[in-house]
């Protein structure tokens, strides 16, 4: 099994992690604990999870899992709102840690920072971070890191806060041009990194015989994004959510294919995207610079994206409201509406993509 040293922890943790938002309903809850399990005897000893997860049940059922399995040979992700106040996060942390059925959280996230203020608010007195800290003073977690979706220039003043070990964010091959160099910027900083949305919230997979991520490449869609972030040498842990035998092993089977690759290699991959999407935006931002409306164009044009791919209004709806309430747009006024169709951005665009059409079209849909 592959492992790296998760950057200031000095923990050695596997290169591929099970995500715990994955266990629905209709699957019997035995099963969730016997795959849990299973995937531990395969080598994987990061496993993520979060509170909220599958109606406030995934903890519990890792927990359940872990009675059987050997606390030297895995490591618990989990983490706390950080709008949360200090008295109140170390009651969500007291809760995960019986749910969990472990003495200590290895990696504890503040969690879900979609915005540079909800970062300023949640180190004030009182508030969530004063509350993880006290947490670790007691010995009730080990290491505190924090998940974000925010762009690369906010997340280098997450790293450069000193407050972090480590640090999660989404990261894909459809959509890495958002966080690419704050992920570097961390790596290069010795904070450990952690990638979720490897499958871009499940499209590529949904999508994959349709969907090319290199031209001319040999390997399903599915096979080139996952290897995309379990190659790239900024990465520790790439999360994937799996809830059935059939896909731990068949990531297993790619995550054993994987051989981390230099800076000058990954550049190459990233070339190689940009070539082969000629009618999905590449996220580059270019469009952005001379828009005089601010609009986040790029954001809505991976919106676009998940049209072109799944053709079904609902899913690109979902897409829509969740970048709005959780995602790149989050707190943003600025619709397609707004747009005047002064063509700066196609002028700017290294696709030559007819993106005032595409907002237009956004604006008449969404």
């Given at each position: 099994?592959?492992?790296?040293?998760?950057?200031?922890?000095?923990?050695?943790?596997?290169?591929?992690?099970m995500g715990g938002m994955r266990f629905e309903k209709e699957i019997p809850e035995k099963d969730c604990i016997a795959l849990i399990r299973h995937t531990n005897e395969l080598g994987i000893n990061y496993f993520d999870t979060?509170?909220?997860?599958?109606?406030?049940?995934?903890?519990?059922?890792?927990?359940?899992?872990?009675?059987?399995?050997?606390r030297d040979h895995f490591f618990v992700a989990t983490k706390g709102d950080n709008r949360k106040s200090a008295i109140d996060i170390e009651k969500t942390i007291e809760r995960s840690l019986k749910r969990l059925n472990i003495q200590e959280i290895d990696f504890y996230f503040l969690w879900c920072i979609i915005s540079r203020d909800e970062f300023i608010k949640s180190k004030?007195?009182?508030?969530?971070?004063?509350?993880?800290?006290?947490a670790k003073q007691r010995g009730l977690i080990r290491h505190i890191g924090v998940s974000t979706h925010v762009y690369s220039d906010d997340i280098k003043e997450l790293v450069d806060s000193d407050m972090f070990e480590f640090i999660m964010m989404p990261y894909n091959a459809l959509n890495f041009k958002q966080q690419e160099l704050g992920l570097r910027h961390a790596s290069d900083k010795n904070l450990g990194t952690v990638v979720m949305n490897p499958m871009y919230g499940g499209v590529i997979p949904l999508y994959n015989n349709q969907l090319e991520i290199y031209s001319n490449s040999n390997n399903e869609a599915l096979e080139?994004?996952?290897?995309?972030?379990l190659e790239s040498p900024y990465i520790h842990v790439t999360l994937s959510g799996m809830n059935n035998r059939e896909q731990v092993s068949q990531n297993v089977e790619i995550f054993r294919k994987a051989q981390k690759i230099t800076e000058k290699e990954q550049i190459r991959k990233e070339h190689r995207i940009e070539s082969g999407m000629t009618d999905l935006c590449t996220s580059c931002g270019y469009c952005l610079r001379h828009c005089p409306e601010n609009i986040n164009i790029?954001?809505?044009?991976?919106?676009?994206?998940?049209?072109?791919?799944?053709?079904?209004?609902?899913?690109?709806?979902e897409r829509?409201?969740?970048?709005?309430?959780?995602g790149p747009l989050y707190g943003n006024k600025k619709y397609p509406s707004d747009c005047t169709e002064c063509l700066a951005c196609e002028e700017e665009c290294t696709q030559y993509l007819k993106i005032t059409d595409r907002l237009k079209w956004l604006d008449e849909n969404m």
């Open positions: 099994m592959k492992f790296s040293t998760f950057g200031k922890t000095n923990k050695r943790v596997s290169w591929l992690g979060a509170p909220v997860y599958n109606e406030d049940r995934s903890e519990g059922i890792y927990g359940r899992a872990f009675k059987e399995m050997d004030m007195k009182g508030r969530s971070l004063e509350g993880i800290i006290r080139d994004a996952l290897l995309f972030c790029k954001a809505y044009m991976e919106i676009y994206n998940t049209w072109q791919l799944s053709g079904s209004l609902e899913v690109t709806k829509y409201n969740w970048y709005h309430q959780f």
